[in-house]
């Protein structure tokens, strides 16, 4: 029988409807991240740079993109005969066909996956955080405690504890209470969403609550494993780490990299962060052009001016153009004479000759207000932007859009422009 002492469930299905229309094709751990990266690139990278060799990486929402991007496993030498990387999918099985219904139903779902390898721990992980953090450190407080179940925390500003589940704990940091997105917090040591599991607590709890409904960790498994006596700690990390889980949070986790000493470094030597890479020529950036505190991914061109930015691989700037505080993603094409001010522009776009992003006054989204906010204007995959047009503040444009989309050549500030059989 094959044994693993810690194996690692990369939950990577969802859908991140917040990020509005950058994820109505692809699910968010697949989306662009840094000018070269995808987000499920970073708990991948901890992964093998913790030594954890074993990986089930749970897809559901959208997941072509993420299994190419994943393929064997390749870039994170987790192309192994024994463990490595194996896609996780929902499938049929005998008497019905089940979609996973929450976190701890898709890990159910995959007991037999973790059964072969009879593991003496389990690591949950979300796929769409955005940290480096060493798992074994993590292990060797949860045996070092002799806890039966470890949380990783993180200490959040007090006023932002209601986004989060929150655990309060004595002096040992032993957890005694939960509170999941409470209105008036009591603690501000928030779940990082990150689990150590004994295998058999893990396992006895999720065949017991295998009816439940939508079960999860933060709101079923853990609170079952508590009342039942299970000794739960917490494990205090102290470094950098951003759930992009909204526009702002995504937006403002990108330009941080472009700070003049990052927070978070993309390119320390020991805690490398890997992904698939193409092989692309190196970056162009034209005599006359002008290009300030940016990263400017590989093969992209640059004829205008770049600043504040952060543009992916294979985008091209022509001459003109200015782009300040904004996210371009891979293959976008920026026609000339174009000002793009605070946006997030996904992959495959185009931008035509004297379209202004960023215009006019600030007013709030008329469709999704809690989606498209902090005065961005958002672009989904594969879109067309007409010659001339101005575009407002937190705007959503998806589709090939024509002339005749834009009264007066504009589309104001607040506004939604969703083409037919384009998702939201």
């Not at 990020?19 to 499920?40: E, H, M, R, S, W």
């Not at 997941?63 to 496993?73: C, E, F, V, W």
């Not at 505080?325 to 891979?330: A, E, K, R, T, V």
Request: with cysteine; aromatic share 10%.
């Amino acid at each position: 029988m094959i044994k693993k002492e810690m194996i690692a469930m990369l939950l990577a299905g969802g859908q991140g409807s917040r990020l509005g229309v950058l994820t109505a094709k692809l699910a968010k751990p697949a989306v662009a991240f840094g000018g070269k990266y995808k987000i499920i690139d970073f708990p991948l990278s901890n992964c093998i740079n913790s030594g954890i060799d074993t990986v089930g990486v749970l897809t559901q929402y959208r997941p072509l993109r993420l299994n190419q991007h994943i393929g064997i496993g390749i870039p994170w030498d987790l192309d192994r005969n024994i463990g490595g990387v194996t896609v996780l999918p929902p499938y049929e099985k005998k008497g019905n066909s089940e979609w996973y219904t929450g976190t701890a139903n898709a890990i159910y779902q995959n007991l037999e996956y973790m059964q072969y390898y009879n593991p003496d721990y389990v690591l949950i992980l979300s796929g769409d955080h955005i940290y480096k953090m060493d798992y074994e450190m993590m292990l060797d407080h949860h045996k070092a405690t002799k806890a039966a179940v470890t949380i990783a925390t993180i200490e959040v500003p007090m006023e932002e504890a209601s986004r989060f589940g929150v655990v309060i704990t004595d002096e040992q940091g032993t957890i005694k209470e939960f509170e999941e997105k409470p209105e008036h917090p009591r603690s501000n040591k928030a779940s990082m969403g990150i689990y150590i599991f004994n295998w058999e607590v893990l396992k006895e709890a999720l065949i017991t609550l295998s009816e439940q409904p939508g079960c999860d960790f933060g709101k079923h498994i853990i609170p079952y494993c508590h009342e039942n006596g299970n000794k739960i700690v917490a494990y205090p990390f102290q470094g950098y780490w951003k759930d992009v889980g909204t526009l702002g949070s995504y937006w403002e986790s990108n330009m941080e990299l472009i700070d003049i000493i990052p927070e978070f470094n993309l390119y320390e030597t020991f805690w490398k962060i890997y992904t698939k890479s193409d092989t692309l020529p190196a970056q162009y950036i034209a005599s006359g052009s002008r290009v300030e505190r940016s990263i400017i991914g590989e093969g992209s061109e640059i004829y205008g001016e770049v600043h504040n930015s952060v543009i992916g691989s294979g985008v091209i700037v022509e001459e003109g153009s200015v782009v300040r505080d904004s996210i371009i993603m891979n293959d976008t094409r920026i026609g000339k004479y174009v000002t793009i001010n605070r946006s997030i522009i996904a992959e495959d776009c185009e931008i035509s000759d004297g379209v202004t992003l960023g215009a006019f006054d600030e007013a709030e989204n008329k469709v999704a207000p809690h989606i498209y906010s902090y005065g961005l204007v958002t672009i989904g995959e594969g879109s067309y932007i007409p010659a001339n047009v101005m575009i407002g503040k937190n705007t959503a444009i998806s589709g090939i859009t024509i002339p005749d989309d834009y009264k007066d050549n504009k589309l104001d500030s607040g506004e939604t422009l969703i083409k037919a059989g384009e998702m939201v």
